[in-house]
């Protein structure tokens, strides 16, 4: 017998020894099963402020305890794992992530399912904490102030340097994004950073002139 003929034969060994009783299958589903309503909840209740998609989070449970199968079963047999590399290799999804945390979520309840596959639930568990900790901690780290759009709209087609005289009174730090002006119309948007917008609204719609104003709080990527 040569070494190639030894080593293919201890392989196949090593790898048919992970034969797993049903209570033992019973105990890597129950724990995965806790953990993926852990990342379940833990998405629920980060999505709150933004836009909350159930479909999804049911998803990433049903990943944990699906990821946790497949491995079990990669680990009963070399044959069957290299037919399910086969048939996974074919599969393409091509739902898109519209928040990239939501990519965070996906891998988590992966590496949760791999990691409860082979046993290492210590590992899981805390590999869940650490991610729970760190999500919520950078998510209320202080960053710069969004810039808010305020749009004005008026009859007169002079109205441009009396609203950059009061706008000027609240922030220095505004910027005209675009203004169209007509003989008979204005309308100007300004980039701003503002605390007290009530204010400066009242104040500009005081202006002889103006018909229309309005402020909105820009929810998107910020500037430093």
């Known amino acids: 017998m040569s070494f190639n003929d030894v080593f293919k034969k201890s392989f196949l060994n090593n790898i048919s020894m992970a034969d797993m009783s049903v209570q033992q299958v019973l105990v890597v589903f129950g724990i995965t099963l806790l953990l993926s309503l852990y990342i379940f909840f833990i998405y629920r209740i980060f999505s709150r402020k933004n836009?909350?998609?159930k479909s999804f989070n049911v998803a990433l449970a049903a990943t944990t305890m699906i990821t946790a199968a497949v491995i079990?079963?990669?680990?009963?047999?070399?044959?069957?794992?290299?037919?399910?590399?086969g048939a996974l290799s074919i599969v393409r999804f091509r739902t898109a992530v519209k928040d990239p945390l939501d990519l965070v979520f996906m891998f988590w309840s992966l590496a949760v399912?791999?990691?409860?596959?082979?046993?290492?639930?210590d590992i899981a568990g805390i590999l869940s904490i650490t991610v729970t900790v760190m999500i919520f901690v950078l998510d209320r780290l202080p960053v710069a102030q969004s810039p808010m759009i305020l749009m004005i709209q008026g009859v007169y087609c002079d109205l441009e340097d009396d609203i950059c005289q009061i706008v000027s009174e609240y922030t220095k730090f505004y910027k005209v994004k675009s203004r169209n002006i007509t003989p008979d119309r204005t309308s100007i948007v300004i980039e701003l950073r503002i605390k007290d917008g009530g204010?400066?609204?009242q104040k500009i719609s005081g202006i002889e002139g103006v018909a229309y104003v309005s402020i909105i709080d820009h929810d998107g990527e910020v500037t430093f």
């Open 199 to 201: 204010s400066l609204v």
């Open 51 to 53: 836009f909350y998609n």
């Open 113 to 121: 399912g791999i990691i409860c596959g082979v046993g290492l639930f």
């Open 72 to 85: 079990i079963t990669i680990q009963s047999s070399i044959v069957v794992s290299l037919g399910m590399v």
